[in-house]
């Protein structure tokens, strides 16, 4: 933070037209800082569009669905449209220690995709608890491949 000198609060005191005895601006690392820090504009509503459908994710989840989202230019099948914005929109309710989110079924069966390559991965409480929530499960299709019989 950088505060003002004698002549910046003179000019200041002029353009608002009253005496103006203190003013600080952000440095360049304050800004740099809020950045980081992942101050966000005013969040959007929480309820639910046309379409949506309010989502409550425990903050392991989050985690695993931020892994997905952000592995998107990587994977063969990326996450649905606008799941990413969700997610980096999505709002942190303290009481319920939840992160809240607003999806179409579409992003919730993209999100339960991601929960399913978390759970081979490493942990199925992600995934089952999303399950069990919302009822969407990601169930891999069987392969009819035809395969050739082994001599």
Do not use: C
């Not at 759970?119 to 169930?139: C, H, M, P, Q």
């Amino acid at each position: 933070m950088e505060t003002a000198d004698r002549e910046t609060r003179a000019e200041l005191s002029a353009w608002e037209g009253r005496p103006v005895r203190w003013a600080v601006r952000l440095s360049a690392t304050g800004h740099d800082l809020l950045a980081y820090a992942g101050v966000r504009p005013a969040p959007t509503p929480l309820e639910p569009g046309l379409g949506e459908r309010l989502v409550e994710l425990a903050p392991s989840q989050m985690t695993a669905l931020r892994v997905f989202v952000g592995l998107a230019g990587e994977l063969k099948s990326p996450p649905a449209t606008g799941l990413a914005e969700q997610v980096r929109t999505a709002v942190y309710d303290r009481g319920a220690r939840r992160w809240q989110l607003r999806l179409t079924q579409e992003q919730m069966e993209s999100a339960a995709y991601g929960f399913w390559l978390h759970r081979l991965t490493g942990s199925a409480a992600e995934a089952n608890r999303f399950g069990r929530d919302y009822k969407v499960l990601f169930i891999p299709e069987p392969r009819n491949s035809g395969s050739a019989a082994l001599p």
